[in-house]
């Protein structure tokens, strides 16, 4: 009843929100609704449901290992959304609300989905949702970054489509009776029909691989992230990505159990490394502080499909990276945000010497570049620790390699750019408009304690959070 | 199931694929595109030996969305939006028509080489879907404004329904009728976006959106 209570509770604010008559004090529903959703999601991470095996939408292990970290990223957010859109009051926010709450609840169903088809239309809907919020800003630019987003997304959607009739068809080839539960279709294991299974597979990755970002069809992430304000792509990074990751760690656990688990991590492997490759490259040359920040998100990406292609081991490690990435990544563009709004701009031309104008955002922006570039003890150098301990103890030298090689070079990209936007003398115009847009501490605290949470991710992993990613690989990785 | 009818009507899509690619009128793109909704739509109603009130409601909801609202939608936008008749191809309508029909061919081998339940084969099911999504891909890729690549997506979305017929039977009504909304309303968001595109470009001309790139 309570992961049912998880979907409909944030739909239900949305509705709320919808018919809600004033523009000002609307935006509390968000943090309202946040408070109640985290506070039922950590619920049943401590006390984990029964799941009955042939439900539709269940607080199975993997949702319990994943769903936390978006309900904790989405209240921070929402937490930020009352003084943004304070500072934004010129713009009515009734759309942008109620497709807010709608994420989350789409969001929630996505991650709970059990069943091929449930889990399709949960997505579906994440996209369409978050159309409104991509142009918030109204500009030239954030029309054709939504458009980029909607006929990109919209191809990978229909083709993950595809590639769940795929799946349904190598099912009923193989004798099954039309149940498209995960677990009915596991079960049929090695009685799935062959081509029709690497048919799905393909379409299912790249269709899901759409949503999350993986190269090379992750052509739409920095559009979309450049023009967003910044809780949108804090939701994006953290929350969409997420749900698009369970989907294909689900998929593959019903392509392991039909006995092709070494082709599909070979291929999780490569579309991994030549994301975080693409995004290294990238990121050496973007002059854009918030593209910069989809490549990152590019390349963290390509880390948890590496870590999933690496096994039991490595998979729980990309589990624990979903935690590092989606804290990390919202305490970040919360910050960048913060120094765009003060800024005017978001390009090195345009922007310089933040930390003279906003030096708490500038001090976050800095920090958090490191934690996304594995500085100890924060969550992601654990978690990336993790992936390169699974490599080598799979015996891919050449892929710890390149990861490592990645990683040097996506450091080298993000501090040329960030150290870009924080040092040196401020422009005139900057100053003007840093004074419009101060930075008051209700901007400034959701970063931070998104980047105090990342922190205490690294330094004191919970146990139950250990037992909730050991308990999802069980799940999903059923022979070590 | 009565094959060779059906099979007829999968040509006949085929066929309109291939019209599709070679049209340069975006009033005739249009209705080509609404043909072949109304086409497949009526194909559920086919392959049922008796009439079943679910099948039936997925016909209605088909022809209804493909065949009539969604053409309708797009008729308006251009409507509104003054937009000129010239489809303006990238990729020119020679190549266009030779990729389609190498892709027709393709599909057909395609669909050879995959095993089929009994009671599928002999039908042209799978290479019509596999057509159709190429032939998608070919529209969305190798034209330039917003309402034939809507076009294509519609035309890449009519070859996943081909093939979505596959199942029909097996899958429950619940997850078919999400299906048909979810797409009907993911063109109508297509579609006002489109509206919007056009006050802030005064064109639908995507080539027009490259502000954004590295």
């Known amino acids: 009843m309570n992961s049912a209570l998880l979907i409909l509770v944030p739909l239900a604010g949305a509705v709320l929100a919808a018919f809600w008559p004033d523009n000002r004090t609307r935006p509390w529903l968000l943090p309202a609704v946040g408070l109640l959703h985290v506070g039922l999601c950590f619920r049943l991470l401590l006390v984990p449901p029964p799941v ?15 769903l936390p970290a978006v309900s904790l990223l989405f209240l921070l957010c929402a937490a930020y959304a009352v003084p943004y859109l304070k500072l934004r009051a010129e713009r009515p926010n009734r759309v942008f609300v109620a497709a807010l709450l709608a994420v989350l609840g789409l969001l929630s169903a996505g991650h709970q989905a059990r069943h091929l088809g449930v889990l399709w239309i949960a997505t579906e809907a994440v996209t369409l949702a978050c ?52 677990a009915a279709l596991a079960a049929q294991g090695a009685g799935l029909s062959r081509p029709w299974l690497l048919a799905a597979w393909v379409l299912l990755l790249a269709g899901y691989g759409t949503k999350m970002g993986l190269a090379p069809m992750h052509t739409w992430k920095p559009d979309a992230y450049g023009e967003a304000p910044g809780i949108v792509g804090a939701i994006l990074a953290g929350g969409v990505t997420t749900v698009a990751f369970t989907a294909i760690l689900r998929v593959r656990a019903v392509v392991a159990a039909a006995g092709l688990g070494a082709t599909a991590d070979r291929t999780l492997l ?6 975080m490759a693409v995004a290294a490259l990238f990121l050496l040359g973007t002059r854009d502080f918030k593209r910069m920040l989809a490549y990152s998100s590019v390349e963290h990406m390509g880390i948890l499909s590496l870590g999933a292609a690496l096994g039991g081991a490595g998979a729980w490690a990309a589990l624990f990276h979903v935690w590092g990435n989606s804290l990390t990544k919202g305490s970040l563009f919360l910050s960048a945000g913060n120094v765009r709004r003060a800024a005017g701009g978001h390009t090195l031309d345009e922007v310089r010497g933040m930390a003279r104008l906003t030096p708490w955002s500038a001090a976050m922006l800095v920090t958090g570049m490191f934690v996304v570039t594995a500085l100890p003890p924060f969550g992601p150098f654990f978690s990336e620790l993790g992936v390169v301990r699974a490599a080598f103890a799979t015996g891919r030298w050449g892929a710890a390699a390149i990861f490592l ?17 924080v040092d040196g003398r401020p422009r005139p115009a900057s100053r003007d408009l840093a004074r419009r847009f101060p930075e008051g501490w209700g901007v400034i605290l959701p970063p931070l304690v998104l980047l105090a949470l990342s922190l205490w991710l690294g330094l004191a992993t919970p146990a139950v959070l250990r037992d909730a990613w050991t308990a999802a690989i069980a799940q999903l990785y059923p022979t070590p | 199931m009565n094959h060779s009818l059906l099979n007829l009507i999968i040509g006949l899509a085929m066929g309109l694929n291939l019209l599709a690619l070679g049209s340069s009128r975006l009033p005739s793109l249009i209705r080509i595109v609404a ?48 937009i000129d008749r010239e489809v303006e191809p990238f990729l ?123």
């Not at chain 2, 030996?49 to 969604?70: E, R, S, Y």
Request: glycine share 14%; with cysteine; net charge positive.
């Open chain 1, 52 to 66: 009955a095996p042939g439900a539709w939408l269940a607080f199975d292990p993997l949702a319990r290992a994943v």
């Open chain 1, 131 to 182: 159309v409104p919020l991509l142009h918030f800003n109204g500009t030239a630019r954030a029309f054709e970054a939504t458009w980029k987003y909607l006929l990109v997304g919209g191809t990978g959607i229909a083709l993950s489509l595809l590639g769940s009739f795929c799946l349904g068809y190598a099912s009923l080839h193989g004798g099954g009776e039309g149940d498209l539960t995960f």
């Open chain 1, 270 to 275: 490569c579309i991994g490394l030549f994301s």
């Open chain 1, 405 to 421: 090689g990645c990683l040097v070079f996506a450091f080298f990209g993000l501090t040329r750019v960030v150290f870009g936007v």
């Open chain 2, 35 to 82: 043909t072949q909704g109304v086409a497949l739509g009526v194909m559920p109603l086919l392959m049922e030996a008796h009439f079943n009130w679910q099948v039936g409601l997925v016909a209605v909801g088909t022809v209804a969305g493909k065949g009539f609202v969604i053409p309708h939608l797009l008729r308006r936008a251009m409507r509104t939006a003054h």
């Open chain 2, 92 to 214: 020119g309508f020679v190549p266009s028509l030779l990729l389609g029909a190498g892709g027709t061919i393709a599909a057909v081998a395609l669909a050879r080489a995959l095993p089929l339940l009994p009671e599928h084969q002999g039908s042209l099911l799978v290479s019509g879907a596999a057509a159709s999504v190429l032939t998608g891909f070919v529209l969305l890729i190798g034209r330039s404004k917003a309402i034939s690549q809507v076009c294509g997506y519609l035309i890449l979305e009519n070859g996943i329904y081909l093939f979505g017929l596959l199942l029909i039977r097996a899958t429950p009504l619940l997850v078919e009728a999400g299906i048909l909304l979810d797409l009907t309303v993911g063109v109508f968001v297509i579609g006002i976006i489109v509206d919007r595109i056009q006050r802030a470009f005064d064109s639908l001309d995507t080539r027009k959106l490259t502000v954004l790139r590295e």
